[in-house]
C-alpha cells in the first residue's frame, strides 16, 4: 500500500508538472521568440529526479489538485488526469520498443 501511495504521489506531481509546462506554451504563445524545447523533461528523468524520499515534499502536495482520489482499494481519476497517463504510457512503451528494436538489430548485425 506504501509502495501505490508513493507511485500516485509521482504520476500527481508529473501532472501537475506537465499541466504548468503546458500553461506556459500557451503564454509564450504570444510571444514571438520560441521558446527553447530544452527546458521539457522527459518522463523517464521525471521519474529518475523525482524519487519517492522527498516525502516532505510529498506530503505537502494535494492529490486533487491533479485530479487524482484515493479510496480504501481504488484510485479514481478525472478523464484528464487519465488520458495524461495514458500519454505518458504510450511515451515510455514508444522508447521501449525502440530500445528493443535497436538492441535486436545491432544483434543481428553482428551476428
Same mark, same amino acid.
Given at each position: 500500500k506504501v509502495e501505490c501511495e508513493a507511485l500516485v504521489k509521482l504520476i500527481s506531481q508529473w501532472i501537475l508538472k506537465d499541466r504548468e509546462d503546458d500553461r506556459e506554451v500557451e503564454d509564450d504563445a504570444d510571444k514571438p521568440e520560441p521558446k527553447d524545447s530544452s527546458g521539457t523533461v522527459s518522463p523517464r528523468s521525471f521519474w529518475k529526479n523525482n524519487s519517492a524520499?522527498?516525502?516532505?515534499?510529498?506530503?505537502?502536495?494535494?492529490?486533487?489538485?491533479?485530479?487524482? +482520489?484515493?479510496?480504501?482499494?481504488?484510485?479514481?481519476?478525472?478523464?484528464?488526469?487519465?488520458?495524461?497517463?495514458?500519454?505518458?504510457?504510450? +511515451?515510455?512503451t514508444m522508447i521501449n520498443a525502440t530500445k528493443i528494436s535497436s538492441l535486436v538489430r545491432m544483434y543481428l548485425t553482428r551476428k
Open positions: 524520499s522527498n516525502d516532505a515534499k510529498n506530503k505537502a502536495m494535494d492529490l486533487s489538485d491533479a485530479g487524482i +482520489q484515493v479510496g480504501a482499494t481504488k484510485v479514481f481519476l478525472i478523464q484528464d488526469t487519465f488520458d495524461m497517463i495514458e500519454r505518458l504510457r504510450g +511515451q515510455v
